[in-house]
Each structure stands twice: as structure tokens, then as C-alpha cells.
């Protein structure tokens, strides 16, 4: 399962596959306007968002307004959460001086790690650079996603982790794994996306759960228990990687509750660096060539589409443990 991804966001990504592609700037538009009031708000990776730092005409402007009014709210929300905290780690260790309580130990506790939480976003959020960790995202988070819209490659914001149209908003708890299509139930529990709604994401690197353990070659030792380690995978040489995509366009019986765009990543069993590293899974990346036939599959049969899922781009997974 992929459960995070460094993603491209930068438009000039897709337009090496398609040059005349657009970003839907009135759906990142809605997206980032939903981020000043939603509960819980829509995760988006820091390099979608500085994206519109440069923007061209007066709708990317408006966009880059809302995230910089969202940005200087959270800024001034951690501010002031931090100067509550190093409050009740003052009065903590104060009354720790004199006297030892569960309750000053615990406040002492708390409050230092959040203090800590919060000293580190606002780094990160004042942070005029951007790195690989700004570029990641986990499950429940958004991603622009290329899809293919009366003919025209269009730039969509999408959340990963799909929703399949006309299906309950529980299925998102239910099935919490739907950020990830698997090859053998494309035809299954997909069949409603495979072969009729087809995405493309851009990642360059991708990380996995595994068991250190299996990642180790080992047997688990008597007594030991199994302990989860983050792999980090990267391709060799180093590519943009043309993830092949299911998505859907989920509409809510009540009209006052918004349409969602969300995907999953088809995934497949694993190349043999990776199964040797101790994962079971890896994402799908298509060759450039076979992309355009990915996101057309009206009128393709499966069989078809399943045979641009075989031949996929050559590469060799190289690994090591995520920082």
C-alpha cells in the first residue's frame, strides 16, 4: 500500500506529458475557500500551494490570496497556542518546585511536546525553501490529479482516498484503505472506476509501511515483537514517476454539502527489490508512451487496459529508512 507519496504539483510536470493541459483554477479555487471554514479542514501539500505563489491572470491571484489569508491564520492560531503552552509548562514546573502532582508531571509533559509541535510548523510554514517534505502526502490529503475531460487534459485537485460515486460518505471509515486500487479487484470492488474514470498522478518518490523484521531479510526473534519501520523508495535513475489512477466524482444527496474528487493509486505486486525490502505492494508507474491511452479508456476493452498495467516504465526501486 502506498500510504504517502512526494507528489509534482508544478504544471510545467504535466505539460512534458501534455503540453495544452490546464489547471481547473475555479476547483482549486472552491478547494482552498473550503479550507477557511470545513471541519476538518482539507490537508494540501505545501508545493500545491506554492504553486500560485507566481500568479499569472486574476483567478491563480485569488487563489493565492485565500492560501495566504489561510497560511497567516495559522500562523497567528499556533502563536497563540504556543503562548498558552509555555504558560502551563511555567505554572507546571512553578508547582513542581514546591510539590510534586500526577497533574503538574502531566502538564509538564504536554505541554513541552506541543510546544515542540508548534515551534516546528511555524519553521516549516516560515520557511521560504521547499523540500521533500513539502511535497508529501498521506491518505485523506489532496493532489492535483491530470484527467482527461471532453478531450482536453485538465489539472484537477483530488483527495487521496477515493469515494466511489453513489456510494455512502462511510465508506471513506468503512474502507479505509481506498486510497490504493489493487490490479486484482480493478474488475471487483473498482469495476464502477476501472475502465471508465482514469487519473494520473506525478510522484518521485513513495514510502511504505513495512515490518522491520521483513525489511531486515529476518524471522521475527522468540519473544520479539513485530515493530513498524517507513521505508523510503526511490527509482533508479531518478524519474518523475506516471502513476496510473482511478478516480470519481462523488455528489451528496444533500445539495448544501459539496461534490468531492477524490482517487486511488492502482497498485500491483511488487518488483523484487521491493518484495525484498518486505512490501507486498508497489503503484503502477505507466511509460510515458502508454499514458494517453491510460486516460482515454472509453471504447478500450480491459483486457487492453490491464495490458498497459503490465508494461510498465523499467526501473529499480532503490530503498532506505525514511528520515
Known amino acids: 500500500m502506498c500510504y504517502s507519496a512526494a507528489v509534482r504539483a508544478d504544471h510545467a510536470a504535466f505539460q512534458r506529458l501534455f503540453p495544452s493541459s490546464r489547471m481547473a483554477i475555479k476547483e482549486f479555487f472552491e478547494l482552498y475557500w473550503r479550507k ?12 500545491m500551494d ?26 497567528v ?3 497563540q497556542d504556543l503562548f498558552k503552552q509555555r504558560k502551563r509548562l511555567a505554572d507546571a514546573e512553578r508547582t513542581l ?27 516549516r510554514m516560515k520557511r521560504p525553501e521547499l523540500n521533500e517534505s513539502d511535497a508529501r502526502i498521506f491518505p485523506g490529503w489532496w493532489a492535483p490529479v491530470l484527467v482527461m475531460e471532453d478531450g482536453e487534459p485538465v489539472i484537477r485537485p483530488m483527495r487521496y482516498q477515493c469515494r466511489p460515486a453513489g456510494k455512502p ?20 470492488f473498482w469495476r464502477g472506476q476501472f475502465g471508465q474514470t482514469h487519473g494520473l498522478m506525478i510522484v518521485t518518490t513513495f514510502f511504505e509501511n513495512v515490518a522491520r523484521h521483513a525489511a531486515e531479510g529476518r524471522e521475527l526473534l522468540p519473544g520479539e515483537s513485530p515493530e513498524n519501520t517507513v521505508l523510503r523508495f526511490e527509482p533508479r535513475p531518478a524519474q ?3 502513476v496510473a489512477c482511478l478516480y470519481s466524482h462523488w455528489t451528496s444527496p444533500n445539495p448544501d454539502e459539496p461534490d468531492l474528487w477524490s482517487f486511488a493509486a492502482v497498485t500491483d505486486d511488487p518488483p523484487p527489490e521491493v518484495a525484498a525490502a518486505g512490501h507486498d505492494r508497489c503503484i503502477v508507474q ?10 482515454t479508456p472509453a471504447g478500450r476493452s480491459l483486457d487492453e487496459l490491464d495490458a498497459l498495467l503490465d508494461d ?3 526501473a529499480f526501486y532503490e530503498h532506505r529508512l525514511a528520515a
Do not use: C
Open 36 to 47: 477557511k471554514a470545513a471541519k476538518p479542514v482539507p490537508r494540501t501539500p505545501r508545493v
Open 50 to 75: 506554492a504553486q500560485f505563489t507566481h500568479a499569472k491572470g486574476q483567478d491563480e491571484q485569488a487563489v493565492r490570496e485565500l492560501i495566504a489569508e489561510f497560511d497567516a491564520a495559522q500562523v
Open 77 to 79: 492560531s499556533l502563536e
Open 97 to 123: 518546585q514546591t510539590k510534586v502532582t500526577k497533574k503538574a508531571q502531566e502538564d509538564q509533559r504536554i505541554s513541552t511536546a506541543k510546544i515542540e509541535q508548534a515551534l516546528q510548523r511555524l519553521s
Open 169 to 188: 460518505a462511510f465508506y471513506d471509515t468503512k474502507y479505509p484503505g481506498t486510497y490504493n486500487a489493487r490490479r486484482d479487484n480493478l474488475r471487483g
Open 240 to 242: 518523475d514517476m506516471y
Open 286 to 295: 505507466l511509460r510515458p508512451e502508454n499514458v494517453a491511452r491510460w486516460l
Open 312 to 314: 510498465k516504465e523499467p
